[in-house]
């Protein structure tokens, strides 16, 4: 049985990779490596977590000498590397965990990776999940390609940018089999409200303000979840050795317009008059350093390997909407930060 590590699977886009990677292959046994830091919720595998091709273990990537251990133990045949801090506001009041756990943690499963594969690389491979912010800003027109010059400037982006390095840099001196992928902006189920989508959602339904950056004139590409984590089945079976792949959904919207939206699909969902949600929009101070646009051209991807988006936004989010609002309790315990409770109930007590 192939034996593969997810690092990361109880946050976002983890638990939708492990979901699809769990029910999609029971050749496969999916070991979900994760530290419930803040944004990680076990909840969010609720529906996998018995799965005899499962097992979830808790664990920081930052011990170098635990996670090589645990590669010893079970000797893993493929990694897929998505654990991270992966809040830009959070990387600009405390960077240090973002070098830490992006960074030094990835070098850990490099490392790891490195030592029980030693020579012998047949059918072995780390992937690394990684994001559009390494390229930086784009002005009003162009798009991010795989070779656009990397221009980091947050610390979350920075971080990032140095582990792509670093995972580029062990595959040309000791030959360890890499892919990597970098994907635009996602949106979806267990999303942790404090990121755009889901943290307006959360106010909305609670009539509280809207804080908008700036002038809401930043530009973000937008790509569902569950698509992402279908592109990173295709890339993991079908990448080639050493290659990047940009993921997106060719889905611009600048913010303003996209909160707009937003809005008005609650205001229909909720019951209330048009244009009530809108009112609660608050411009705030600006983000430091914040990247006016991202865009990615996915045509390497698409052309090489046939991946495309396969949801329309004005569907995507009209169904992330709808989960939300009928998943009030996984909102209220992520919220209240009761869901911290829930490692505890299901796995220490049992
Ligand atoms: P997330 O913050 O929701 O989840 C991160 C997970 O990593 C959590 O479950 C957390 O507990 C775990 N984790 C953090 N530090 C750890 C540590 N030291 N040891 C073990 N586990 C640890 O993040 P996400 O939005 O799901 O992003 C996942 C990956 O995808 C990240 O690498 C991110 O950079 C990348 N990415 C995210 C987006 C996006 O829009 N969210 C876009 C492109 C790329
Ligand atoms: P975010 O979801 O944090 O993703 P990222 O910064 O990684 O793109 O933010 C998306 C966009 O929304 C970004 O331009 C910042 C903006 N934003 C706000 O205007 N207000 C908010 O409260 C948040 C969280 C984000």
């Not at 892919?179 to 267990?190: A, D, E, H, K, W």
């Not at 209220?332 to 220490?348: F, I, P, R």
Request: glycine content about 8%.
């Amino acid at each position: 049985m192939k034996k593969i590590l997810i690092t990361g699977g109880a946050g976002f886009i983890g638990s939708h990779v492990i979901r699809l990677f769990v029910n999609k292959y029971p050749q496969y046994k999916i070991y979900n490596l994760d530290n419930l830091t803040y944004a990680g919720n076990l909840a969010n595998l609720k529906d996998i977590e018995n799965s005899p091709n499962y097992e979830f273990i808790k664990g920081d990537i930052i011990e170098g000498n635990y996670i090589m251990n645990l590669f010893e133990k079970y000797r893993f045949d493929s990694v897929i590397h998505l654990a991270a801090e992966s809040h830009v506001d959070r990387s600009i009041s405390n960077p240090t965990e973002f070098i830490y756990t992006n960074i030094v943690g990835t070098v850990n499963l490099l490392n790891a990776a490195k030592h029980i594969w030693k020579d012998n690389f047949e059918d072995k491979l780390f992937y690394h999940i990684s994001t559009d912010e390494v390229y930086g800003s784009l002005g009003k027109e162009g798009f991010f390609v795989e070779t656009t010059p990397y221009d980091p400037h947050s610390p979350y982006s920075a971080s990032k940018a140095s582990s792509d390095h670093l995972v580029r840099a062990y595959h040309d001196t000791f030959g360890l089999p890499i892919v990597i992928s970098n994907c635009s902006n996602n949106y979806g189920s267990y999303q942790f409200p404090e990121k755009l989508i889901p943290l307006f959602i959360n106010n909305i339904q609670n009539n509280e303000f809207l804080p908008v950056y700036g002038k809401g004139e930043n530009v973000r590409d937008w790509l569902y979840v569950e698509d992402h984590a279908k592109a990173i089945d295709v890339i993991f079976h079908n990448g080639k050795n050493g290659e990047t792949y940009n993921i997106g959904g060719h889905n611009e919207w600048k913010n303003i317009d996209l909160i707009k939206v937003v809005c008005k699909i609650m205001d229909k969902k909720l019951g209330r008059k048009e244009g009530t949600s809108e009112k609660l929009i608050t411009f705030v101070k600006d983000r430091a350093g914040h990247d006016l646009r991202y865009a990615i051209d996915s045509s390497k991807l698409q052309k090489e390997l046939g991946w495309k988006p396969s949801l329309q936004f004005e569907e995507g989010i009209e169904k992330t909407i709808d989960w939300y609002l009928e998943n009030e309790e996984w909102l209220k315990n992520v919220t209240s930060g009761d869901y911290l409770k829930y490692y505890e109930q299901q796995y220490v007590k049992r």
